[in-house]
């Protein structure tokens, strides 16, 4: 595929510079080899995130003029609220900081300890609060998630049968089913409306709400219409809806699809859950109409919202994403398939086959990629799936990769032609890399963000 012609052009502009192998090899261990660690200015394509990077619309910059910095009831919320609305189709609307924030206030409202929560595969802060409130996570994802190679079109989707079994085990102890759209450890994937109606049709007749993650909805609304029968002909915003119709509830950070730099809600069907939800959110967020975020935030992401299931809009960052992908397909650079929404993904244990998995050689890559380019991605892989709480071990996910997320409306295409030569490079020279990582500094939660390593 060719590079998208961009449907923006450029008004305002952020300086980046390219660095010198050798300040990148100061930086790099200044950093404990984490490029989690790097300053931003030592970075020159910063692929470590989709989250919070995207650049906003000239009609959003103005919108945080007319923020309204009221403490309760101010007009931002209320836009907001109604943008939540119209497109996500849910009633009432719980603003929180960001994503984790929401995550933080469910798992409080309806895990316990002893809880089981199944769902399409494992993100790594969505598990961390399961876990912390005593809940045991069950991937129910399709087999085909984990294989990196495959090229299902909707890896995203629930095994019905693995579902029907944990229900048949745990049911009672299910306070709900956790799922997302798309699926971000499995590089991006979406799931299809069928699959997320029948898993919503099989949680609902036990009783058991489902609530969605639609951090990438919009991204998975996409893959819908040019994959699912019957949507092609539908827009981006109908099926966004018909994504969230059969749900309970959602989660969303702000951050990814809806174009804002900071933000996110909890948007739920039930209204008692909403006021159990509203009150936390006064614990932990702030007041339930700004929920941790200024008026002005509230107004960008009210914005966002609109301009993010513009179809020019999503067809140009999706294929901006497959021209990544085809780049390096076609150098012979093994990546996970298809490629999905937000991010082309690497196969480390392909690229990296020599070096054993406790040699982390995901992390590796992601070192090398920075060292050769100022390139820099994120491990997800054994660091990023921290350790089992039960045994204390590490977890080994079948997927170990080098994430590159790719920012909405940021880099154009001489940035990503920089970036896949720098990868092609990386794997013409693999064997050059003789050593793995190991952890010399490990927290005990989210570990990839503050962990720190040593060559082997
Ligand atoms: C699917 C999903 C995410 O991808 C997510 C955050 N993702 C990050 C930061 C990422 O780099 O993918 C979060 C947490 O959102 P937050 O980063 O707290 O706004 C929830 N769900």
């Not at 052009?9 to 980046?16: F, L, S």
């Not at 996500?88 to 316990?112: A, D, F, K």
């Not at 994120?378 to 071990?393: C, L």
């Not at 013409?428 to 003789?434: L, Q």
Request: glycine share 8%; proline share 6%.
């Amino acid at each position: 595929p060719d590079h998208p012609a961009e449907p923006w052009r450029i008004k305002m502009v952020e300086p980046i510079r390219t660095t010198t192998r050798e300040h990148r090899e100061e930086a790099l261990r200044a950093a404990g080899w984490n490029p989690c660690l790097l300053r931003s200015d030592d970075v020159y394509i910063d692929l470590f995130t989709d989250s919070g990077t995207s650049a906003m619309s000239d009609r959003q910059w103005s919108a945080l003029m007319r923020g309204d910095e009221a403490y309760a009831g101010a007009r931002s919320f209320y836009l907001f609220e109604e943008a939540v609305r119209g497109h996500y189709g849910y009633e009432h609307v719980i603003p929180v900081h960001q994503g984790r924030g929401g995550e933080n206030i469910l798992s409080r409202c309806l895990i316990r300890p002893g809880s089981h929560v199944p769902g399409n595969m494992y993100f790594p802060s969505t598990r961390a609060h399961q876990e912390l409130n005593g809940a045991t996570f069950h991937d129910v994802i399709i087999d085909e998630a984990h294989d990196a190679a495959g090229e299902h079109p909707f890896k995203g989707n629930v095994d019905l049968a693995k579902l029907q079994a944990v229900i048949a085990e745990h049911g009672a102890a299910i306070p709900y089913v956790s799922l997302a759209a798309t699926v971000n450890m499995a590089g991006g994937q979406p799931i299809s409306v069928a699959n997320l109606t029948a898993a919503c049709d099989l949680a609902h007749a036990h009783g058991i709400p489902v609530f969605l993650d639609t951090a990438r909805a919009v991204e998975n609304a996409w893959f819908v219409k040019q994959r699912e029968p019957g949507w092609a002909h539908r827009s981006i915003a109908d099926i966004l809806l018909a994504l969230c119709a059969p749900t309970d509830g959602a989660v969303m950070s702000a951050k990814k699809d809806c174009l804002a730099n900071i933000g996110g809600w909890i948007a739920l069907r039930d209204p008692d859950l909403a006021e159990q939800a509203r009150g936390l959110v006064l614990l932990f967020e702030g007041l339930h109409t700004y929920g941790g975020m200024a008026g002005r935030d509230m107004e960008a992401i009210a914005q966002g919202i609109t301009e993010s299931v513009d179809e020019h809009h999503i067809r140009a960052r999706i294929a901006q994403i497959e021209y990544l992908g085809h780049r390096l397909d076609t150098a012979g650079v093994p990546i996970v398939h298809p490629v999905g929404g937000h991010c082309v993904c690497v196969d480390a244990t392909a690229v990296l086959a020599h070096l054993p998995r406790t040699e982390l050689p995901g992390q590796t890559l992601a070192a090398a990629v920075y060292l050769e380019g100022g390139v820099r991605g994120v491990e997800r892989g054994t660091v990023s799936a921290g350790r089992d709480p039960a045994t204390g071990e590490n977890r080994y996910p079948p997927l170990e990769f080098l994430r590159l997320a790719i920012p909405r409306r940021v880099y154009t295409q001489s940035h990503i032609d920089h970036v896949a030569d720098t990868l092609v490079r990386v794997h013409k020279n693999r064997h050059d890399i003789t050593h793995g990582l190991t952890f010399t500094h490990e927290p005990p939660h989210l570990r990839f963000f503050q962990a720190r390593f040593a060559p082997t």
